[in-house]
C-alpha cells in the first residue's frame, strides 16, 4: 500500500512518516509508513536521510508533532505536506 491510498495527487514513490512514539506507531500506523518520532534525539538526522527528490508526508495522531515535524522537514529544503487530521482520521478513510 502507498501514499496513494490517502492522497489523491501523490505519487506512489512519496515518503510516508508517522512522527508518533514507537508505541503509538505499534499500536497501529498507516500500512508504507516510516516511524520517525519527532520528539526522540536525533530525528533530524533521521529526517536528513529522505529523498529531497521525493514529498514527504507527515502525520500525527492528532495534527501538533507533525505541524512541528513540517516546519523542520521544510527548514531543511523537504516538499513537505502535512496530512491534517492525524492517524485517527488518515485511518478511517481507509
Do not use: W
Not at 520528539?39 to 538526522?45: K, N, T
Amino acid at each position: 500500500m502507498s501514499i496513494t491510498e490517502y492522497v489523491r495527487d501523490a505519487d506512489p514513490g512519496d515518503q510516508l512518516i508517522d512522527v508518533r512514539t514507537p508505541k503509538e506507531y505499534q499500536a497501529g500506523h498507516l500500512p508504507g509508513a516510516v516511524n520517525m518520532d519527532i520528539l526522540q534525539e536525533g530525528v533530524i538526522s533521521r529526517f536528513q536521510t529522505l529523498d529531497k527528490d521525493k514529498t514527504v508526508y507527515v502525520y500525527c495522531q492528532k495534527g501538533g508533532r507533525s505541524a512541528n515535524a513540517f516546519k523542520v522537514l521544510d527548514s531543511l529544503g523537504y516538499k513537505t505536506v502535512d496530512l491534517l487530521g492525524g492517524y485517527g482520521a488518515l485511518s478511517a478513510k481507509r
